[in-house]
């Protein structure tokens, strides 16, 4: 089955900075991977998603990008603010499969 | 509108105790998720309904592990002779049919169970 990695798995940028999360999946067949946001004590939510079919996609401060011949989609955020720390999740999916999630990246924005 | 709704939000019980989650969906979404998550880890899917049937139970660890959605709505995650490793977050998420596996997955804030 499918095989979601995440690194890093904690991270720490300055007020202002950019973070960049990366993901690398095993199976050619997922095509579609969505990003999620945990903050304390909620459900994750969805901030994000791409498709196969598509290399990149942004949506304000937020960015994806995934490379499908290397198996590798990353997230990331420009101009980062305290309310983007949280748990970050990526996922992937072949369609016919649910969800398969990395281990998260604990993100803190330091004021 | 309301999200999704999970019950209770923390349980605990002892070793070898039964026990029921109870979820709740957002109206009109006819997929319907369970996932537990460990503490630093990711969301680790269980099973997976469409309506009343269980379209996929790959997830669930072994039998002692059982959820039913009767109605195609409310759906129970049953879990006999707790161990101390069932220990978890178990999160609930409902979706649109069309959306199901490769669209927003609309979660609920969990139900933290501690086994003693």
């Known amino acids: 089955g499918e095989n979601v990695e995440q690194h890093p798995s904690t991270l720490s940028v300055q007020e202002g900075d950019s973070a960049v999360i990366k993901c690398t999946y095993s199976d050619s067949a997922s095509n579609y991977f969505p990003w999620y946001k945990q903050e304390l004590g909620k459900g994750p939510q969805l901030i994000i998603d791409i498709r196969s079919n598509v290399g990149e996609k942004k949506d304000q401060r937020i960015a994806v990008t995934l490379n499908k011949t290397a198996k590798h989609f990353s997230l990331h955020i420009t101009e980062t603010q305290p309310e983007d720390s949280a748990v970050y999740f990526c996922?992937?999916?072949?369609?016919?499969?649910?969800?398969?999630f990395g281990k998260g990246t604990r993100l803190s924005v330091i004021a | 509108g309301a999200g999704v709704s999970q019950t209770p939000s923390n349980k605990v019980t002892e070793k070898g105790k039964y026990v029921e989650l109870r979820c709740d969906p957002i109206s009109g979404h006819t997929a319907l998720y369970w996932y537990r998550q460990s503490l630093g880890q990711g969301p680790e899917f269980l099973i997976y309904f469409q309506g009343t049937g269980a379209a996929d139970d790959s997830g669930l660890p072994n039998d002692r592990f059982f959820a039913v959605r009767p109605e195609g709505s409310v759906s129970t995650l049953k879990i006999q002779r707790t161990e101390r490793g069932d220990s978890a977050v178990y999160l609930c998420?409902?979706?649109?049919?069309?959306?199901?596996?490769?669209?927003?997955?609309?979660f609920g804030e969990g139900s933290r169970l501690t086994v003693l």
């Open positions: 996922a992937a999916s072949m369609g016919n499969t649910p969800l398969v």
């Open positions: 998420a409902s979706a649109y049919r069309g959306s199901a596996n490769t669209g927003e997955l609309f």
